[in-house]
């Protein structure tokens, strides 16, 4: 079966620098996304990983290593507007998206 | 240009009540989608649709149909709605990039439905 695994909830403080897991098995692979959800809200699109490496985006960085079936989203200079649940999800050999449940992030100050 | 719009936001249901969700996008968005969001679980591929007049499964679509008879709009319905189809709906849209294969989806604002 096809699986993502990330943590359920993880605590930083804002200011500080944290780092969300993402490990997959799934049927081929077409890319790996992180989307960020604030509470009663859509989720809205982060960044894109096709390959291995790590793609910067301002206070926000996403890394692949497509051999080990993982991710990771790096958050930097944490803000409390930061508090979020974030959403890996990776495209299979079909092009469908498989998503973790997400990992619900809070900032204390 | 509102990006994917849905109504209601909120909808409560008996059991055996059939509704409709209604979703629009103003970007001209080749694929739309309806996904449905649990607690403690991913989000979930209810219906898909790469055009208007093709639909097509995705990971749980029993109990709701779809139709896309144009590229602005995807309507779910509920068929006789039951208890266990209380949950989050969002719909969404991307364009497909072929050369990259990225599909960044771009949600609705959600529909919360419950059904007693």
């Known amino acids: 079966g096809q699986n993502i695994d990330q943590p359920t909830e993880m605590t930083a403080t804002e200011g500080a620098i944290v780092q969300i897991n993402c490990t997959y098995q799934t049927s081929g692979f077409n890319g790996l996304f992180w989307y960020q959800q604030h509470a009663g809200e859509a989720p809205t699109f982060l960044s894109y990983?096709?390959l291995d490496g790590l793609e910067e985006k301002g206070r926000f960085s996403s890394f692949l290593s497509r051999s080990k079936g993982y991710s990771y989203l790096l958050l930097k200079e944490l803000q409390m507007k930061d508090s979020a649940s974030y959403l890996c999800?990776?495209?299979?050999?079909?092009?469908?998206?498989?998503w973790g449940a997400g990992t619900k992030l809070i900032i204390k100050p | 240009n509102a990006g994917v719009t849905q109504t209601p936001k909120f909808q409560v249901l008996k059991t055996g009540q059939s509704m409709t969700l209604q979703c629009a996008q103003d970007m001209n968005h080749e694929y739309m989608s309806w996904y449905r969001q649990d607690p403690g679980m991913g989000l979930r591929l209810i219906h898909y649709?790469?055009?208007?007049?093709?639909?097509d499964q995705g990971e749980v679509p029993n109990g709701y149909n779809v139709s896309r008879s144009t590229t602005e709009d995807f309507p779910l319905r509920l068929l006789s709605a039951a208890p266990s189809q209380t949950s989050v709906y969002f719909c969404a849209s991307s364009l497909t990039d072929s050369s990259s294969g990225a599909n960044v989806l771009t949600f609705g604002a959600g529909s919360r439905l419950t059904v007693l």
């Open positions: 649709s790469v055009g208007a007049g093709i639909t």
């Open positions: 999800a990776v495209m299979d050999s079909n092009y469908q998206l498989i």
């Open positions: 990983n096709v």
